[in-house]
């Protein structure tokens, strides 16, 4: 003989079951839509080198592509810091969104086929960066602002042998490509 409390124990179940299908599938659905299936963005391989040339008349800022996967300009920001010798830093960052450099018409750093000579190929922003192709800062102006600073400033800095950390990083994927520290003073032309 079934009591009433066994027939209700089935209904129950039952509604447990289709609760829990329920949660699952939005669960899913939730995680594909929010995101959770989206493909990451491969981080380029590149060996880079920064450093500054004083070799001609004006102050410039060299970034060396030597070897590795091309690098779409677009896809990088350039973080630069500064201390000054009262112990503020200037962080600068600069992106393919920033405005064009005042003094040197483009936005820097400008890359250039080394093959080519000097003539700039693309601003920054719209080069493919290969291997063996250089950009640059072109002059002391451009480098001030490349920097976030005042050409005044810059030469004080340049004066005094001040260390510049400079970060580039790939912007679809977040990951850093270079982090590399150097002097802004005489003798460091590559």
């Not at 992106?95 to 005042?102: F, K, L, T, V, Y």
Request: glycine share 12%; with cysteine; proline share 5%.
């Amino acid at each position: 003989m079934k009591s009433r409390l066994e027939d209700a124990v089935s209904p129950v179940i039952g509604v447990m079951l289709m609760l829990a299908v329920t949660i699952i599938i939005a669960a899913v659905v939730s995680a594909f839509v929010g995101g959770a299936s989206t493909q990451f963005e491969k981080t380029p391989q590149a060996s880079l080198r920064v450093y500054c040339d004083e070799s001609g008349p004006d102050f410039n800022i060299i970034f060396e592509h030597l070897s590795g996967d091309p690098i779409r300009t677009e896809d990088l920001k350039i973080i630069t810091w500064i201390e000054g010798g009262d112990g503020t830093a200037t962080k600068h960052e600069q992106s393919a969104n920033d405005n064009r450099s005042s003094s040197a018409g483009v936005r820097v750093p400008y890359v250039y086929d080394m093959q080519k000579g000097i003539v700039p190929e693309l601003e920054f922003g719209e080069a493919v960066w290969k291997p063996g192709m250089i950009a640059g800062t072109g002059n002391k102006a451009a480098t001030a602002e490349f920097l976030g600073i005042s050409e005044e400033k810059l030469g004080g800095f340049i004066a005094s042998d001040t260390p510049i950390e400079v970060t580039i990083v790939h912007i679809p994927s977040g990951n850093t490509i270079l982090r590399e520290e150097f002097m802004l003073g005489e003798g460091q032309a590559g």
